[in-house]
Nanobody, 124 residues
């Protein structure tokens, strides 16, 4: 069983930046960030493989968000730049201990562990 603890959410003005962190209690393979707003399904933001050499980004965040990881710390990061009001959501960290594919998964069902979520609010 892996515990995931997120941090770094908050309130920021449009155009600003935030950095989310997610610390895992054990070793993980693929990791990623998803987000959800009330009344909508959870959607992928960005994911990456164990090595970090292969990443996936949702079209809506490409060029603005960067996912990275530090395996020595069992931590994944999400650097979010040029934030927009439509980025407002609860952001969830996700991790898996079995997937070893070349490309990182992008569906919520591909991840077995989830954090508690951190709120990101972008004001206009």
């Amino acid at each position: 069983q892996v515990q995931l603890v997120e941090s770094g959410g908050g309130l920021v003005q449009a155009g600003g930046s935030l950095r989310l962190s997610c610390a895992a209690s054990g070793r993980t393979f693929s990791m990623g960030w998803f987000r959800q707003v009330p009344g909508k399904e959870r959607e992928v933001v960005a994911t990456l493989t164990w090595s970090g050499g292969s990443t996936f980004y949702a079209d809506s965040v490409k060029g603005r968000f960067t996912i990275s990881r530090d395996n020595a710390k069992n931590t994944v990061y999400l650097q979010m730049n040029n934030l927009a009001p439509e980025d407002t959501a609860v952001y969830y960290c996700a991790a898996d201990q079995h997937y070893t594919g070349k490309n990182p998964p992008a569906r919520p069902g591909s991840f077995e562990y989830w954090g508690q979520g951190t709120q990101v609010t972008v004001s206009s």
